[in-house]
Every structure is written in C-alpha cells, then in structure tokens.
C-alpha cells in the first residue's frame, strides 16, 4: 500500500482546507518545496499535490510549483484539483503529473470524463469520488447530486480508469478517522482505490492496509504532528 503525502497549494502556500471549504483554511508552510524534499527524506515515493486556486478560481495558479516538485528526485506526483477540463488536464502532465486526477464534476458527464481520459492516458488517470453521506457529492455542496458512486466507478472503469480517488467531504480536514469501511466498498467495484479524507491516527493506516486498499492520502494529520511519515510507511507495509 502506498502513502500520499498532501501538499495542497494555494498562493503559492501549502494549505490545508476543512470539509473542502475554501472559506476555512489552514496555512502550514510558505515553502512548499522545502515540504515536498522534507517529505521525500522521509520515504515518501509519491507526493499528491492540488492546485486549489485552480481548482476553485481563487486566483492564479501553481502550475510552476508543481513542475518544481515535479522534478524533484526520487518521487512521482500526483496532481488533482477539480480538474475539468482538456486544458486544465493537458497543464498537469506538462507541469510533470505522473498521475492526473480528474475531479468529480467532470466524471458526472460521460463525454468529458472520455475525454480527459483519452487526452491523459487511462494508466495515468485517476477518478476523485467525492462522497457526503455515502453518495456523490460536490465540493462547495452540502448535498449529494443523486447520482451512486457505483455507475460512476463502473463508466470509470469502462474506460480503462483503474485508480479511484475515494474521499468523505465531511471528514476531509477533520482528523476525525478515514472512510476505510466505503473505501473498501467501491474498491471491491474492481478498481485500486485510495482513501482520502480524515485520516486521523496510525490505526487508519493499519486498517486500510487491512483491507488490501491501494493507498491513503494523509494531510492534516501529518502537519499537526499526530505521527510521522516514517511511522505511517511503517504501518503500510
């Protein structure tokens, strides 16, 4: 199982936002290069890395960050925020993603999740499913939108999308406990999936490599020094 360290960056900062919420933020570093190498020194072999003023159009971009922590050695990036569109998506291999996640809103129409697939490269892909009380869900929406996380794994898949990004909007940012039990619902869907959203102590670690998920994202609760990175790498082994 493999371990995401998040670097969310907005303004050119590492942030840390709650229940998706651009209104309540965190800064934890002005440095978000001097985070990605502390990470690596740590063990970290990939970094998941959101463009946030992207992702929401809060103002400009990161796009030059994440080709820096790009070329960092001894790591791949994966890159996310709400990513939408060709061109948003055509910037994140550029800027060096080794992996692009495309956002939840572009999953719910069928012709531009083809797309963005097609444009990126199924292997390279990834489905982020937002999730609130179980179903799809929308940041910035404190409902779901009706549709079930199961079709839109299954159209995912048909494509050729084998890594799904599985996250509880209300836990995200929360150190309240991960989703493990969800995540290792749509995993059994036939796809790898990540879970996201939450992660609270070693015992989410342990219990998502229990359940043979594929990875788990870690943000908050690495910044506020619950554990270290080292220890988590040792959990998910």
């Not at 290069?33 to 990939?46: H, K, M, N, P, T």
């Not at 463009?51 to 971009?61: L, N, P, V």
């Not at 779901?144 to 599985?166: H, W």
């Amino acid at each position: 199982m493999r371990l995401y360290p998040a670097i969310d960056l907005k303004g050119g900062r590492v942030v840390r936002w709650l229940e998706g919420e651009v209104t309540r933020e965190t800064v934890y570093s002005d440095d978000p290069l001097d985070r990605a190498r502390y990470f690596i020194d740590q063990g970290a072999e990939w970094l998941h890395v959101v463009d946030m003023d992207k992702a929401f159009g809060t103002g400009g971009s990161n796009l030059d960050l994440i080709h820096a922590i790009a070329q960092l050695d001894d790591v791949s990036v994966q890159v996310g925020g709400n990513i939408d569109s060709v061109q948003w998506a055509r910037e994140a291999v550029a800027a060096g993603a080794k992996r692009v996640v495309l956002g939840t809103a572009a999953a719910l129409d069928a012709g531009l999740f083809q797309a963005l697939v097609r444009e990126v490269d199924p292997e390279r892909c990834a489905l982020a499913l937002d999730t609130r009380d179980g179903k799809v869900a929308l940041r910035g929406l404190d409902r779901s939108v009706g549709q079930r996380s199961e079709d839109i794994v299954r159209d995912a898949r048909d494509v050729g999308v084998r890594t799904v990004v599985y996250r509880d909007l209300a836990r995200d940012g929360l150190v309240i406990g991960a989703d493990v039990a969800g995540a290792a619902t749509v995993q059994a869907l036939g796809v790898d999936v990540i879970v996201a959203g939450g992660v609270a102590g070693l015992y989410d670690i342990e219990s998502a490599a229990q359940c043979g998920l594929a990875g788990v994202i870690v943000g908050r609760a690495l910044y506020e020094g619950r554990f270290t990175l080292r220890e988590a790498l040792a959990c998910s082994r």
